[in-house]
């Protein structure tokens, strides 16, 4: 099962700063926090991922709180083409195997 | 760049037939993914494998098989197509640590 919540939908003004949550309550101490977004008819791809410090990229940010039970990825002006479908994963360790349980999502929709 | 190459972007398979999807990556990753991806259901793993000859079941492992008899390549075998495994099915590699990547996808459709 995810390890993560996420809410079903938003809705962002073209321009404005997309902000995604996600729930993470049980991650454990050596887990990081990937997001990854799919566009329609596309396979996922990766945008961020990080331990506990806030990390950022040309991509986007990534805010996690101290305590690691929730996270927020930012696209700091969205444009109409980061209408997607947005995961945030916590990667779980099995016997050295890095196993990768995507969630829901959330659908993301960017409007002009 | 790294590269996930699925065999087929398309594929229309009958009831009954045995069906090969096939996952090439050419970045040395130990880790590789076969998830389906059904309209509401998001992402679902089948099987994953850490290493060659190595496999572990997913969360919908049921009418699935897979086979990594090299390190690059990593294939989903349907023993039995049926109706119900139409849907999109993406392969996945990456390292032991760090991101995965996916490829393009596959459509499968079983008449």
């Known amino acids: 099962d995810a390890k993560t919540t996420q809410p079903t939908s938003m809705d962002c003004a073209e321009g404005r700063a997309a902000n995604l949550p996600c729930n993470h309550s049980t991650i454990s101490g050596n887990e990081y926090v990937y997001w990854y977004r799919q566009i329609h008819s596309q396979g996922p791809q990766y945008i961020i991922h990080g331990l506990k410090n806030n990390e950022t990229n040309e991509m986007a940010s990534l805010i996690i709180t101290e305590d690691r039970k929730s996270s927020t990825l930012i696209l700091p002006h969205a444009t109409l083409r980061d209408t997607a479908v947005y995961y945030c994963?916590?990667?779980?360790?099995?016997?050295?195997?890095?196993?990768?349980?995507f969630g829901q999502g959330t659908r993301l929709t960017i409007n002009p | 760049d790294v590269k996930v190459t699925q065999s087929s972007r398309y594929l229309v398979k009958r009831t009954g037939e045995k069906v090969f999807l096939e996952c090439v990556q050419d970045m040395d990753h130990e880790n590789m993914f076969w998830y389906r991806q059904d309209p509401g259901l998001g992402l679902r793993l089948i099987y994953f494998s850490y290493d060659v000859k190595m496999k572990e079941k997913g969360d919908i492992p049921e009418g699935y098989s897979v086979s990594r008899e090299k390190k690059e390549r990593f294939s989903l075998i349907l023993e039995s197509a049926s109706t119900n495994q139409t849907s999109m099915y993406l392969c996945?590699?990456?390292?032991?640590?760090?991101?995965?990547?996916f490829g393009q996808g596959t459509r499968l459709t079983v008449v």
């Open positions: 996945a590699s990456s390292l032991w640590t760090g991101s995965a990547f």
């Open positions: 994963i916590v990667r779980d360790n099995y016997q050295g195997a890095q196993k990768l349980v």
